[in-house]
């Protein structure tokens, strides 16, 4: 659990981080959304302590994060950040094992893990692991970034824009690969981006920062409904709002017993991307299949449409 | 491939150089016509070989305090205590070099002395020059997304220094040593005009009883030892940053 | 406002007293060569001055250590330093013996430190400041015109390097004007090859590589032996080319310095004459191209305009490198302030050295700032890209 405690933060005369108190719950991913310079990187420096605070206060667990030196505290928090960060002069492996190496892990116990997170991350440990960062693709050294973030299993995991320079392919590659991760385990995740559909399809609750304050706190289907203001709405997206209510859930909550004919579709996929195919197929049903193939009953153009009202 | 050959003529003249300076008879027919009848061709008032190798010893130490006191310093005026001598330190930078090696040769001499002293200091002195530029332009121009992950890891200042932010400064660093060397080797042949034991001492003679073989051997082994050690340099710097991923 | 402290402001503090307070002023010999003896400040100087200094100097340390501002900082730095070159030149009056022609003072170490320091504060001063090319210029000429003032009345007569040069002002001048000769006209020799070479080398790829590993390779021959070598070559050429004598050539002197100069300049004329064009914007050269402009219009009117900055560079690169090696002429014969230089380590009469050395620096670092400042103003101008 993160608690966050009207924290500030001043540079000389501008008030770049207003005030703001939230609370994390443990196990879950929080999305942080606003306007460029809103603040949102500063406040995520500041719980691991990469930006100490002007005032407030931040707990961890219910310890102080100033309790311990800022070193030994970003070793227990993963951060993966924007443009990934790579050591240039230290291979995919070395670079996993940077935070594992500092708190003084046995080789072996390092070497495990080095494999488990690359095996994790579909790349090929005897492949990858003894390459240079400069001799990956794009979504690869993401992916590299975000393992060694991992790499030493801490309980909380800071993302900065981890994919913003990812092709939409591989993007929501990286978005599935997170929620698996994040699922198996049990990360306390806090991600900054700039791409609502991604906080929608993400997120259990998101925070949207602008001008220094947090105006909106809320889970995404809350803020679909109520939006705080002006700037929320506008944010969100005044025509998207069924469709983003849609990618909140997935196509297994919507399934309905029955049968249907048809491309079946994966229920682990959103309601949204079960909405496109049955619009694309031309059929009012198609069948869901859960991970291992087996039917799972049908989902229909009309329970969708259902949901997609605006919830009274 | 395409480097074998360029590869096998620095062999060639290093094995020359080396057989030149074992056996620098073996070479006398060659250098027989620059000089007149009775004129001895080769240097004959010191041995070659440990001329050479005090004109390298001399390099090197003035080099390796260079290195040590300039990437030091470099150092410290990169991180936040030092922050304040950065402006200063590179217009130091900048001044230093328009001063002639010659001058500060000379000008070390009121303070120590004729012989090896005054020309280790100027090497110094002037050594310092490109290897502080260098190492200053190397630990500041880091990318800033490394030095973020480096703090965001969980690094320490020193840990970050030692693991991220030296080894990757260390081809510009090494750059900076490389020009030094250069410079040095040559500037140390002005160091016998202070009584240094440096190859200058075979040039110096040469110009002195109007003998051209000696000026060309002396100049010569200068000219040999600076391309190969240019060209060594180089190569570590080629191997350090292709790993770096910045070629 | 409150008392803050400059860190580097402690360590130039701690210099300027020691060198003010600790260490001896002016060194005063009864002769040419016997070694000098130590005076300190108050010694050094007429009765009160030596004090005021001394009092001067302690509200210095303060106000250096202190923070304040930049402004501030540069005009105590200069006002000091007039003053101490003032002062240095009142002690060799105050301790030379009236009548006495033999006795020399010059400046000992602790003047040395405290110009040193307070040069620091100026530096720093200039450095923060950031000032624009042409002020920059400007203040090199105001220093200049001190510097001048100073020699003019005769405030430094009594200074040992200037015994020196009252002895052979003659040939001081004579060999001032033989050195920047050789700097100059090499470089402009350098310039006239170089440039052609340079646009060359940018055209044919297959020559690029030749031409520059041979020009590296001339660098890296120590200046002393390629000087020597050069005296068998122009010797010949002065025996055997009717009319070479008659221009000046000969084997040794000024011709072979000149060449060897020469040499060294093509590397850096010719390097960044490639790198600056091969940094010309391919957009800009496809636009002169699209609006019809012939090879010759394109390398004249957006080429070289565009790659100018860098060319200047390597030009600034070689005055500076060249005025330094002219020192080295004078070992062939071939003159310059090198004359004094070496003449000076012959008969260990450092004053000599200095007459020599001192207006070699002085002149490297006049053209290193005039340079820096016209590479400023051509980078910057509207319309160029940076
Ligand atoms: N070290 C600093 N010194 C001064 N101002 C800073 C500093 N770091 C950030 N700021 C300012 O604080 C504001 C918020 O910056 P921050 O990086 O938190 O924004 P952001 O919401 O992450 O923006 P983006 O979406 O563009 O990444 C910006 O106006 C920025 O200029
Ligand atoms: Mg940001």
Redesign the interface.
Known sequence: MIEIDTITKRYGETTVVDTVSMTIAPRTITVIVGTSGSGKTTLMRMI?R?VEPTSGKILIDGEPNSAIP???????IG?A?????????RTVAENIA??PT?LGWDKSRIDAKVKELLTLFQLDPAAFGPR????LSGGQQQRV?VA?ALAAEPNILLMDEPFGALDPVIRAKAQEDLLAIQKHFGTTIVLVTHDMEEAFHLADKIAVMDKGKIVQYAAPQDMLVNPATDFVETLIGAGERPFRLLSIGTVADAAEAGEADGEPIAAALSQRDALSALLWSGRQALPVVGADGAPLGRVTLASLTRRAARPQ | MKRLLPNLLRLAVLVILIAFLLQPMLFEPLLKP?VQANAPAVYNQGSLLSLTLSHLATVFTATLAATIVAVGLAILVTRP??A??L??S???V??G???????VL??A??AVG?GEKPTLIALFLYGLLPIFENAMTGLSTL?P??V?????????AW?RLIK?EL??ALPVILAGIRLSV?IS???A??GS??AAKT??EV??A??QSNN?AF??Q???V??VL??LI?DAFSAVERVLSR????V | MRFRI???GV?IAALLAYGAFLAPFANFRANRIVPGEARSIIEALPAGLGAAFLAFAVVAVVLIVAKTPTLFRLVLGLVALLALAILIGLAAGHLTPPENTYARVSPASGFWLTSFAFA?VT??A???LKLSPLARVALLAAVAAAAAALLMSGVWDGLSILKEYGSRAETFWLEASRHVVLALGSLAAAVLVGLPLGILCHRVEALRAGVLNVLN?I????????F??L??PLGWIALNVPGAAAIGIRGIGAAPAFVALFLYSLLPVVANTVVGLAGVPRDANDAARGIGMTDRQRLFGVELPLAFPVILTGIRIVL?QN???A??AA??GGGGF?VF??Q??GQ?A?DL??L??VP??AL??A??IVLDAATELSSNKPGRAA
């Open positions: 691991n990469l800022g070193y030994e505290l970003r070793r227990r951060y950040i924007q443009g990934h960060g790579l050591f240039p002069h940077t935070v500092l240079y960062p400069h001799e970034g060694r | 620059l205590i030092g304040e001598f402006p200063l590179r217009s130091l900048n001044i070099q328009t001063f002639p090696p010659v001058a000379a000008l001499v009121p004729f990318p997304a490394i973020e992950a480096a703090r965001g890891t969980g690094m320490t840990q991220v080894p990757l250069t080797l040559a500037t042949t002005i005009t202070v190859l200058g040039i110096i040469g110009l051209l000026v060309l002396g100049g010569l200068v000219a600076a391309v240019y790993r770096a991923g910045r | 400059d860190k580097l360590v620091l530096t720093d200039l450095a923060r390779i660098q890296t021959i120590p200046s002393i032996a390629l020597g070598l005296i068998a500076v005025i330094g090696l020192t080295i070992l062939i090198g230089v070496f000076g380590i260990t450092m050295v200095l020599g050395a070699t620096v490297a670092f053209a290193a």
